[in-house]
């Protein structure tokens, strides 16, 4: 069963920056897409980012431009590179893989 461990969450004040990184416990090249997720306080889980292995991305209105999403095969690795963070991407970010969520990483965005 794959596992699948975030981090690089943390305080950031607003316009800075973040990267996410998620380390899965198998070769993510046979996950096929993989995806980042956010959920904001009384708020649904909503997908922010994903990626497939040939490198298609997909992003979420509120973060196009800001956001971008990689990959690296060979690290089993995924990443979430945020730029001007705003407040209202404060929320707790999950990565998913193989029908397999992480456990999540906390991202504040506050001065």
């Known amino acids: 069963q794959v596992q699948l461990v975030e981090s690089g969450g943390g305080l950031v004040q607003p316009g800075g920056s973040l990267k996410l990184s998620c380390a899965a416990s198998?070769?993510?090249?046979?996950?096929?897409?993989m995806g980042w997720y956010r959920q904001a306080p009384g708020k649904e889980r909503e997908l922010v980012a994903s990626?497939?292995?040939?490198?298609?991305?997909n992003y979420a209105d509120s973060v196009k431009g800001r956001f971008t999403i990689s990959r690296d095969n060979v690290r089993n690795t995924v990443y979430l590179q945020m730029n001007s963070l705003k407040p209202e991407d404060t929320a707790v970010y999950y990565c998913?893989?193989?029908?397999?969520w992480g456990q999540g990483t906390q991202v504040i965005v506050s001065s």
């Open positions: 990626i497939s292995n040939g490198g298609t991305t």
């Open positions: 998913r893989g193989s029908q397999t």
């Open positions: 198998i070769r993510i090249f046979s996950i096929g897409v």
